[in-house]
């Protein structure tokens, strides 16, 4: 079963709030995050895997961890699986494969594929993505989680407060990078999401 709640890693954002982005995920494991997407795409492959080695290290027995994009780099860190793009080619893996999405053409393109869960994005205007695409809105979420079989997530713009706004479309959870990254206290705010997520629908897997 996919945790509810995903922690999604933006190196720049826990630089200026003043940690290290390992710092950062310790802090937010500490606070309950069952499952760490780790993006940074901007590094060198070299850079990209010590750090998200770095970031593997602190992780709590049982903490789930993606990697975003790249397979091989999953693997040689131990990771439970890989976040696809929303243009990047399907693979076929042992390991779990999510994709992000858009819009409802690319849920219905991920149900075809075989995709194990979908992140939809931005549902809101997103801290670490800022002017990045239009806003899918609560609407097309819904139908999004009418398509896809599996796990979905809302992402983008999402933090306490708001997750029984997105609930209520039928996600099985949030997927949440700014609210947690730029933090002065991450473990906190996760513990908040975690609570919101149990007084919305109980449990947080």
Request: net charge negative.
């Amino acid at each position: 079963m996919m945790p509810r709640l995903i922690v999604v890693t933006d190196e720049a954002l826990s630089t200026e709030a003043g940690r290290s982005l390992p710092e950062t995920v310790a802090a937010a494991v500490d606070g309950g995050a069952p499952c760490i997407l780790f993006r940074e795409k901007h590094l060198t492959r070299e850079e990209r895997t010590r750090l998200a080695s770095k970031v593997a290290a602190v992780l709590d027995p049982g903490v789930t961890l993606l990697v975003s994009s790249d397979p091989e780099l999953a693997r040689a860190v131990g990771a439970d699986g890989v976040h696809l793009s929303s243009d990047q080619p399907f693979l076929e893996s042992d390991l779990l494969v999510g994709r992000s999405c858009h819009g409802l053409s690319d849920v219905e393109r991920s149900v075809a594929e075989g995709a194990d869960y979908v992140t939809v994005s931005p549902v809101f205007a997103s801290l670490s993505k800022p002017g990045h695409g239009p806003s899918v809105g609560i609407d097309e979420l819904a139908r999004c989680v009418t398509v896809f079989p599996g796990p979905v997530y809302a992402l983008g713009g999402i933090g306490p407060h708001r997750v029984r706004t997105v609930l209520e479309a039928g996600v099985h959870g949030v997927a949440v990078c700014g609210a947690v990254m730029a933090s002065p206290d991450p473990a906190r705010t996760v513990a908040e999401l975690l609570e919101e997520l149990d007084a919305t629908r109980g449990g947080h897997q």
